[in-house]
């Protein structure tokens, strides 16, 4: 089963810093851009970084010269690493990406999303 697996979520006062993981496993020959998105409570969710498969970084400007992100190919893994961060950053945060998979010896390629971790930070 194909999946993407996020961890590093938590409580942090603001100022501090945290540092996610998303891995994505099963059957994948290839993977795309990878994507952290977040949504705050009643707000939609909004893409936060974007690494395409050669390293090109995208950031939104709320969060530019803050977070980082980066891939390692290896092992199918993206993070975010957050620094300085501040109470409106407060969300669950997604991985997602395109990930091409092997079905019964056939490709295919498809958008995947993980589960979502908490970040809160707060006093």
């Known amino acids: 089963q194909v999946q993407l697996v996020e961890s590093g979520g938590g409580l942090v006062q603001p100022g501090g810093s945290l540092r996610l993981s998303c891995a994505a496993s099963g059957s994948i020959f290839s993977i795309n851009a990878m994507n952290w998105y977040r949504q705050a409570p009643g707000k939609q969710r909004e893409l936060v970084a974007t690494?395409?498969?050669?390293?090109?970084?995208t950031y939104a400007d709320s969060v530019k010269g803050r977070f980082t992100i980066s891939r390692d190919n290896a092992k199918n893994t993206v993070y975010l690493q957050m620094n300085s961060l501040k109470p409106e950053d407060t969300a669950v945060y997604y991985c997602?990406?395109?990930?091409?998979?092997?079905?019964?010896?056939?490709?295919?390629?498809?958008?995947?999303w993980g589960q979502g971790t908490q970040v809160t930070v707060s006093s």
């Open positions: 690494i395409t498969t050669g390293g090109t970084t």
């Open positions: 997602n990406a395109e990930l091409g998979t092997i079905v019964d010896n056939r490709k295919f390629w498809g958008d995947y």
